[in-house]
């Protein structure tokens, strides 16, 4: 398997514009998790889904966040409009059962 | 609430032992584990232990729990340069959902 796959790696913005951030999880993986990694912050947990289906999205900072899972093997988190402080590393990761968390390379986000 | 503590930077030389610790305050944690991040990618499992033992080996790797005090530590012994890292701990509870990450501790290794 190829391993949590996360596009694009890197991503440049101009603030105000619509952000997409796409995940692949592992095949037969039933969790999946968005993460945000900053410097301030260390790494906070977004959202998560069990079986496609949103459980906990408290950790989503505000409106302009929204995340969706219409299928097992694909995710997206939307970031509409972007703002400079929205900068950073965005990590997708999925697990099946109680087993561990794989996470994805990662996609670092620059909005300016 | 729950949170997870470790220190920010640890420096060691080359062949030296590390040890990395951590605190936590969710008495419930059922699994506590050790994430190592290298530069420009995602974090990786290192090792785990339940919560019912107070020590876990794996090669040069010692993870020592006190769930009394609530704190973790992982040895890293004979630390070789490769070993430079971020290394997050983390808890989870017994569903294994979520789980809280610390901070890192970014471990430099001199030669």
């Known amino acids: 398997d190829a391993g949590v796959i996360q596009s694009p790696r890197h991503e440049v913005t101009e603030m105000g514009q619509e952000v997409t951030l796409r995940c692949k999880p592992i095949?037969?993986?039933?969790?999946l998790f968005w993460y945000r990694q900053t410097m301030m912050r260390g790494l906070e947990l977004l959202i998560y889904f069990n079986n496609n289906v949103p459980i906990d999205d408290s950790g989503m900072p505000e409106d302009r966040f929204s995340a969706k899972m219409p299928n097992a093997s694909f995710s997206t988190l939307k970031i509409q409009p972007s703002e400079p402080r929205d900068s950073a590393v965005y990590f997708c990761a999925s697990r099946l059962l109680y087993n561990e968390q794989f996470f994805g390379p990662g996609t670092r986000l620059t909005v300016l | 609430g729950e949170d997870v503590e470790q220190s920010l930077f640890l420096s060691v030389r080359e062949g030296d032992s590390s040890v990395i610790n951590c605190t936590y305050t969710?008495?419930?944690?059922?699994?506590l584990y050790w994430y190592k991040q290298e530069p420009g990618a995602g974090l990786q499992l290192l090792t785990y232990?339940?919560?019912?033992?107070d020590m876990k080996q794996d090669q040069r790797l010692t993870v020592l729990l006190n769930k009394k005090d609530k704190h973790l530590s992982l040895r890293i012994a004979d630390t070789q340069t490769g070993d430079s890292a971020i290394y997050f701990c983390a808890e989870g509870n017994q569903a294994g959902t979520a789980l809280i990450f610390g901070k890192g501790t970014t471990l430099s290794v001199s030669s």
């Open positions: 095949s037969g993986h039933d969790y």
């Open positions: 969710d008495s419930s944690s059922t699994y």
């Open positions: 232990i339940f919560s019912n033992m």
